[in-house]
């Protein structure tokens, strides 16, 4: 079936630091991958997106590419900030039909000063 | 236009009460996703519409859960004699999105049920 494993958290960084989030997914097909953010108290946002191979999608500082021999779109960042402080849940959506998305458990990022 | 919106906010209902939620989508959007989140889980699909026509619903709808759409504008989930099992988040999301690409989601704020 189609699913998607990221690794688990809380992740504790402190300002600056590198960002590694790990996402890999199984899925028939070609889907469409990405990740969503949920800061506190607030509802999920599109952080951002890759549709084929080889894409590379970027927004506020975090980059994260498609690689389809490992399965795995991973999201890094090169300095973290506090306000970056939230969960981060890693997602595909299959492109055919209905373009229903399967999101991960979600990962929490803590960021101190 | 101002995003997704979703109401109430949280509801909270004593057991074998039916509930139901309203979700206002993107009015340039063709496609509605009703989600439900469970804490410290990702968002599980439950149901979604292009336009009026309700086209999926997961195995978690049961028979007490229903969906509409009516004129393919805003939506409604209504679910009847709720079970503690049903408290969690439930997320309405829109897109538009055109043959063979997947361009993501406006998810609403959700809105949190309590059955007690």
């Known amino acids: 079936g189609n699913s998607v494993t990221q690794m688990e958290g809380p992740v504790t960084l402190s300002e600056e630091a590198f960002l590694t989030i790990n996402c890999t997914y199984t899925?028939?097909?070609?889907?469409?991958l990405f990740w969503y953010v949920q800061y506190p108290g607030e509802g999920l946002q599109l952080l951002l997106k890759?549709?084929?191979?080889?894409d590379k999608g970027s927004n506020k500082g975090f980059e994260a590419t498609y690689r389809k021999e490992t399965t795995s779109f991973h999201l890094e960042k090169g300095s973290v900030q506090v306000s970056d402080s939230a969960v981060y849940f890693c997602a595909l959506t299959l492109n055919t039909g209905g373009f229903k998305t399967i999101f991960g458990a979600g990962t929490r990022l803590f960021v101190k000063a | 236009d101002t995003g997704v919106s979703q109401n109430p906010r949280h509801k909270i209902t004593k057991r074998g009460q039916n509930v139901t939620f309203r979700c206002d989508p993107i009015s340039e959007h063709n496609r509605l996703y009703w989600y439900r989140q469970t804490l410290g889980q990702g968002p599980e699909f439950l149901t979604y519409f292009q336009n009026e026509a309700q086209l999926e619903k997961s195995r978690l709808l049961s028979d007490r859960f229903s969906a509409e759409r009516p004129k393919g504008s805003f939506s409604t989930l209504e679910i009847q004699r709720t079970e503690q099992g049903d408290s969690a988040m439930y997320l309405c999301?829109?897109?538009?999105?055109?043959?063979?690409?997947?361009?993501?989601?406006?998810f609403g704020s959700g809105t949190r049920l309590t059955v007690v």
């Open positions: 890759a549709t084929k191979a080889d």
């Open positions: 899925a028939t097909g070609y889907p469409s």
């Open positions: 999301a829109s897109s538009f999105d055109s043959r063979g690409t997947g361009s993501g989601y406006t």
